[in-house]
């Protein structure tokens, strides 16, 4: 019996949707010395992330892997890649302000402290302006927790950090905080928080111009405990705000509101779960939906427990789907980007917290497919073997080790290997091997692929990855090696050619294979997914290709079915997917 999770139903889904094969994948970064909470992860444009925690600036590459940590003295909060390269966060040193410029490799440039007065300030958001500055948004001379009056404080840096001037804004005899600051088209700005006045807190919302100065704000809400934690323009010249909501008898319910551009709403929609739950980053998607990050929490054993709460909703607010991560204690969602790939990336705390146990917690990295799914699997290749690095080849078998580097044991996928040049004298190779055996944890398995034949004096580049279905509509982690070709000139004496064939489409109405060194020709069995033969291929040239049905034939159902050869090696079974 041969296994498959595949049926025709969900390969037409493959072909319509193919997202669907798109990977995830999770990371946490930490010290069991201290508590490491990512407040911020945005991408970098080499395709990677930046990620910047309590005392921690941390580079990664495109699958969550450091490339480098950098520790400081201040408490980052926010971290932004700017205009050169570098990197700018910002944080807390000693109860003030704290800013650092840092170039690519996150070695400090330098760093400044801003003071608003004798108590303890509050900075949330940093951006760079048009001008290569940056705006810098906090709250100043308050405790957000206590009733101590407060204001919005507002800078405007040169890019050297030095301050151009400062804006401070607040409701008459009210508490105001200030939580999120973006530039807009017009080269003003948009800062959403909330004011504590006797009815409550409410979201506020507020728009100035170049210099700071006020051309309109808002108050939302009806109820009497009202937030916003983070706002965005939108495409059409408006904003989009997230925070929470609530009576106080009530838990909070996460809080989407749409504005035009002079702040009045267009529409608003509240997310309400059981239990806690609140909106903390919410950016514009590629298709002009939404994409929120946030906590959804719930009573667990008499305390709070609360998982990531990821929510994509189409233009009007309209859930879309719902994702939840996390474990048996209290995970939060930071924030939220869209990667390149139609994906999503979230910042998030991993928390330790067991009953009766200290308090711990690591900085949790998480990127989904468009669907908001993370990976099931990861299986990467570790050791390249043939070719090696800088080798002049005229032929060879490519080989490579393919590591289980994932949380759970893994079978059924597909190990690849591509070799390609700038130049298209020899055509391009792509051959797939499927693992159709369980593969242990830290476990790894050692494939051969077909020979490979070159035409030229090329550089040529191979790419070994892996991947969950047999298309590379994406891939997990790649490793890659550079070498020369040379032209393949027959075989040489005393020599036995190794017979090897590969498939070139293992999906749609037809399948197509090739195969090479066969001297009594090539005839291979054709089997369902139940195991039963259904059809066989034959043909008397030693090298060649074949399509499979061949025409006319009876049609045979669309779904899954497997190729073996009757000669050569029994183990290069090979599973396709035929669609109508």
Known sequence: MYKSRITFTLACILLACAWVQLYGWTKTYGSEDYDDVPWCVRPTSDGGYIMSGSITLIKTDRWGDSLWTKDYAGSGRFVEQTSDGGYVVTGIKDGDFWLLKADENGDSLWAKTYSGSDSSDYPRCIRQTFDAGYIWLGTKNTNPWTTQRGSLWFLKLNSSGDTLWTRTYAYPDEQSLGWSVCQTADSGYVISGCVNDNDGRHVWLLKADAQGDTLWTRKYGEQTYEGGHCVQPTADGGYILVGDTSDPLLDPDLWLLKTNSTGDILWSEIYATPGHDIGYWVEEASDSGYIISGIK???????????????????????????????????WGHSVCEASDGGYLIGA????????????????????????????????????????????????IPEAWFKNTGTMITEDFYCHCEIYSSTYHTPDYHASYWISFPVELGDSV??????????????????FYTTCEAEPWWSCKDMTITFQGSPYEGVEEGEIPTPTWELVRSYGPHITLRYIHYPEGFQADIFDATGRKVDEVQSSTPSGTITWPVTPVTPFSPGVYFIRPLSGNPQTTRKVVLIR
């Open 349 to 396: 705390v991993k928390d330790y917290d067991a009953p009766g146990d200290s308090v711990r917690s690591d900085m949790w990295l998480l990127k989904t497919n468009p669907g908001g799914d993370t990976v099931w699997y990861q299986v990467s290749p570790i050791v390249i073997l043939d070719p090696e690095e800088g080798e002049t080849i005229h032929k060879m």
């Open 297 to 331: 929490n719930w009573q667990y054993e008499g305390r709070q427990v609360c998982n990531i709460w990821l929510l994509r909703t189409d233009k009007n607010g309209d859930t879309l789907w719902t994702r939840e991560y996390g474990g048996d204690y209290s995970d």
């Open 446 to 463: 050692l494939v051969k692929f077909p020979e490979w034949l070159s035409d030229d004096s090329s550089t040529y580049i191979v790419r």
